[in-house]
């Protein structure tokens, strides 16, 4: 731990001043080696202490890189965006980081101009092309691919090498990319309310069942943690409606750099902002739950039915102690297993539904 603050002072005077030279250094001779074993140094220094297990990035900035290096097109912005996720993507590897979040196209990026959507498009196209190309190193590595957010607003296509995407990769478990995807956060919970309702219309739920675990489960990120750790480059200090409820609990680390040009030392002073900030972090959530565990039990009390209380008074006549309490925990236990089987029926129903909604677009590829 006493590294921590040497490590603090020195990885913010990196960023400012050498960076690009230490990039440089990498590219050749002797200076490239130390240069390695320094970084190898300040990741095991890192992994002595806390890693986060769940990292969102919103990678911005790729518009005014692309503007700042005078690039004759903006869709170049966006592709060197990507390399810079591959690279990142090792990195958090490296690091122990098992599950990535990215925010690579809002719902509100429609809105651009038809030029840039439609490169955005193609750029996806290819990009994902390209993964499906590479499945037998992705199988090797046990990744697992996810774009979460309204597939319906993507074009046929889109939706079809999506589709086949997540199917070929839904049973690896080893690192997970969750590719955010005309996605945001006041869609996903409109989306999930809704999913609730269908529930309740359906007779699959009853209003009391309704929680807010039971929300989660309709979320896109179901299958997901919270992320431990959020990122956002480009010196913007807000959300930009991506996990706005998985996010609650998040340490947040705003980053000056513009996307395309994150290094790996940026990932570094991120993961060490979380590791100074996780112990009181966590310390929050665990009151959080507390309370919501408490709130569930109190409610699972209101609903015992009105009969159980008659019958509790009538034991009650007959024996004060023994008979009352087992009648009242008898009505308590059974009005939970039912609330367990009517929620836990009701999430089968929704992944069946939407693995048949990817099996539509693409049938499953053979594992």
Same mark, same amino acid.
């Given at each position: 731990?006493?590294?921590?603050?040497?490590?603090?002072?020195?990885?913010?005077?990196?960023?400012?001043?050498?960076?690009?030279?230490?990039? %440089?250094?990498?590219?050749?001779?002797?200076?490239?080696?130390?240069?390695?074993?320094?970084?190898?140094?300040?990741?095991?220094?890192?992994?002595?202490?806390?890693?986060?297990?769940?990292?969102?990035?919103?990678?911005?900035?790729?518009? +005014?890189?692309?503007?700042?290096?005078?690039?004759?097109?903006?869709?170049?912005?966006?592709?060197?965006?990507?390399?810079?996720?591959?690279?990142?993507?090792? !990195?958090?590897? %490296?690091?122990?980081?098992?599950?990535?979040?990215?925010?690579?196209?809002?719902?509100?990026?429609?809105?651009?101009?038809?030029?840039?959507?439609?490169?955005?498009?193609?750029?996806?196209?290819?990009?994902?092309?390209?993964? @499906? $190309?590479?499945?037998?190193?992705?199988?090797?590595?046990?990744?697992?691919?996810?774009?979460?957010?309204?597939?319906?607003?993507?074009?046929?296509?889109v939706q079809e090498i999506?589709?086949?995407?997540?199917?070929?990769? +839904?049973?690896?478990?080893?690192?997970? @990319?969750?590719?955010?995807?005309?996605?945001?956060?006041?869609?996903?919970?409109?989306?999930?309310?809704?999913?609730?309702?269908?529930?309740?219309? $359906?007779?699959?739920?009853?209003?009391?069942?309704?929680? *807010?675990?039971?929300l989660e489960q309709c979320?896109?990120?179901?299958?997901?943690?919270?992320?431990?750790?959020?990122?956002?480059?480009?010196?913007?200090? +807000?959300?930009?409606?991506?996990? @706005? !409820?998985?996010? /609650?609990?998040?340490?947040?680390?705003?980053?000056?750099?513009?996307?395309?040009?994150?290094?790996?030392?940026?990932?570094?002073?991120?993961?060490?902002?979380?590791?100074?900030n996780c112990s009181y972090?966590?310390?929050?959530?665990?009151?959080?739950?507390?309370?919501?565990?408490?709130? !569930?039990?109190?409610?699972?009390? %209101?609903?015992?039915?009105?009969?159980?209380?008659?019958?509790?008074?009538?034991?009650?006549?007959?024996?004060?102690?023994?008979? /009352?309490? *087992?009648?009242?925990?008898?009505?308590?236990?059974?009005?939970?297993?039912?609330?367990?089987?009517?929620?836990?029926?009701?999430?089968?129903?929704?992944?069946?539904?939407?693995?048949?909604?990817?099996?539509?677009?693409?049938?499953?590829?053979?594992?």
């Amino acid at each position: 731990s006493n590294a921590y603050p040497i490590m603090g002072n020195f990885i913010p005077a990196v960023q400012a001043s050498s960076v690009n030279n230490l990039i %440089d250094e990498q590219r050749g001779g002797k200076k490239r080696t130390e240069t390695s074993y320094f970084r190898d140094f300040c990741r095991d220094v890192l992994k002595a202490g806390p890693i986060p297990r769940h990292v969102a990035i919103i990678m911005d900035g790729n518009r +005014r890189f692309a503007q700042k290096m005078r690039l004759s097109k903006v869709a170049e912005g966006h592709a060197m965006g990507f390399e810079k996720l591959a690279e990142s993507l090792e !990195w958090c590897y %490296d690091l122990g980081i098992r599950e990535v979040t990215v925010y690579a196209f809002s719902i509100e990026n429609f809105k651009r101009s038809k030029e840039e959507v439609d490169g955005l498009m193609e750029l996806a196209r290819q990009k994902f092309t390209e993964l @499906l $190309e590479e499945r037998e190193l992705i199988q090797k590595h046990e990744v697992c691919i996810r774009i979460l957010g309204d597939l319906d607003l993507l074009p046929r296509d889109v939706q079809e090498i999506v589709a086949k995407t997540m199917n070929m990769t +839904r049973n690896n478990r080893r690192a997970v @990319l969750n590719v955010c995807f005309a996605y945001t956060s006041r869609h996903e919970i409109t989306h999930g309310v809704k999913q609730l309702a269908w529930g309740v219309e $359906e007779g699959l739920l009853k209003p009391s069942d309704i929680t *807010e675990s039971v929300l989660e489960q309709c979320f896109y990120t179901s299958k997901s943690s919270d992320p431990d750790l959020l990122i956002r480059t480009s010196g913007e200090v +807000r959300l930009s409606d991506f996990l @706005l !409820w998985q996010s /609650s609990f998040s340490c947040l680390s705003f980053l000056k750099t513009l996307w395309p040009e994150f290094s790996v030392w940026d990932l570094y002073f991120a993961v060490l902002t979380y590791q100074r900030n996780c112990s009181y972090i966590k310390a929050v959530k665990a009151a959080h739950n507390e309370k919501v565990s408490q709130q !569930w039990l109190q409610s699972d009390e %209101d609903c015992v039915p009105k009969q159980q209380s008659a019958l509790r008074d009538e034991l009650l006549l007959k024996d004060k102690k023994l008979q /009352s309490g *087992e009648g009242c925990l008898t009505g308590l236990e059974n009005d939970a297993a039912e609330h367990e089987g009517r929620c836990k029926r009701f999430v089968e129903v929704l992944q069946h539904r939407w693995q048949c909604f990817l099996d539509k677009l693409s049938p499953p590829l053979d594992q």
